[in-house]
């Protein structure tokens, strides 16, 4: 299994390991799983070519990193203003999800699985106070993906950077900003130390899937057996990082005010409208000219039009009426 993150990257990495020693257990080591960082056999970016032509025969990734091979891939790690961790499990595995995802790999000799996921982010780190969306006009932002093209929308410049680089290039000013998931992983790069401001929602990446890539050859000569002990140790790990995430995210937060002075600010309404809506033209024009990515598109979309009610009745009144100042607990 070749990864596209470093041995030490928070979370992802681990996730890795985790998963190989699933399989290698839950097959009785008929499949024994050896991870490998980028870098080491192949760059973060060549994961997806190495196991299409057979020479590994796993990656551990982002389906994002693979647009330029088709531009469906962005809907299966996650969208600007798009799906939760929750929802986008209900798509996969109820909503029609896994066979389009299916269908768009099989096109380059993969099978895919959900092996994790993020849940929430944070939505970014500034020296500068961000109160209306005129404030984002001309700022340098460390942002990748349709977040960048989103904020270029807004008049950002955007750009990628190594994860390594960011906070040195904060600190030193010559970005003013930088999106990068959530306190945990920020924490492990020095955000929280080059920051004056920290801003929240995480429209951007209401939650990043993680992917199992396996060659499509190897995984049709594999008996049904191990083929079923590989799904349930990816669908295992995507609960397992789901809770890692919200728990180190949690004491990372706290960490935020206690350690550094951050409280984190809420992006004003009038913000979030403006990113909404640059969000909607971005992901819509992601289909344009590809139709099997329209119809990902499409499928994408109606499910998160359906989930709209049932979250607002559920997750996010739930949310509402526990915030409500009553005595709980001692």
């Known amino acids: 299994m070749v990864t596209a993150w470093p041995a030490d990257f928070p ?15 839950l097959t009785s080591g008929a499949l024994t799983v050896q991870v490998l960082a980028a870098g080491e056999v192949v760059g973060p970016f060549e994961a997806f070519g190495a196991v299409a032509d057979g020479r590994v025969q796993m990656y551990h990734a982002l389906e994002s ?13 996650g969208v600007p203003f798009g799906l939760t961790g929750e929802e986008h499990l209900a798509w996969i595995h109820n909503g029609g999800g896994q066979a389009l ?16 996921h993020t849940g929430l982010h944070q ?29 270029r929308r807004l008049g950002v410049s955007a750009s990628a950077l190594p994860g390594r680089e960011i906070a040195p290039a904060l600190a030193a000013g010559r970005i003013d900003g930088a999106e990068w998931f959530g306190p945990w992983n920020a924490r492990a790069i020095g955000l929280p130390q080059a920051a004056r401001y920290v801003t929240y929602p995480g429209v951007f990446a209401p939650g990043t899937a993680i992917a199992l890539g396996i060659n499509l050859d190897f995984w ?58 640059a969000a909607g033209r971005v992901v819509a024009e992601v289909a344009e000219g590809d139709p099997l990515a329209a119809r ?5 979309i109606a499910f998160r039009r359906e989930s709209l009610g049932w979250s607002r009745q559920s997750l996010q009144s739930y949310l509402d009426a526990r915030l409500l100042p009553f005595r709980y607990g001692p």
């Open 11 to 25: 979370g992802f990495a681990d996730s890795a390991v985790r998963l190989a020693r699933r399989i290698t257990v």
């Open 65 to 77: 990193y693979w647009q330029g091979r088709s531009a469906a891939f962005v809907f299966f790690a």
């Open 101 to 116: 995802w299916d269908e768009v790999a099989a096109g380059f000799n993969l099978k895919p699985l959900m092996a994790g």
């Open 123 to 151: 939505s970014g780190w500034y020296n500068r106070p961000i109160g209306g969306p005129d404030d984002l006009k001309g700022l340098r932002v460390a942002v990748t993906g349709l977040g960048g093209q989103v904020m």
């Open 220 to 277: 049709a000569n594999l008996p049904v057996a191990q083929q079923q002990a590989v799904a349930t140790a990816a669908a295992a790990e995507t609960t397992h990082t789901l809770a890692e995430f919200h728990r180190n995210n949690t004491r990372a937060l706290a960490e935020l005010r206690v350690d550094h002075g951050l409280t984190p600010r809420r992006l004003p309404d009038a913000v979030l409208q403006a990113l909404g809506e």
């Open 296 to 300: 990902v598109y499409d499928a994408f």
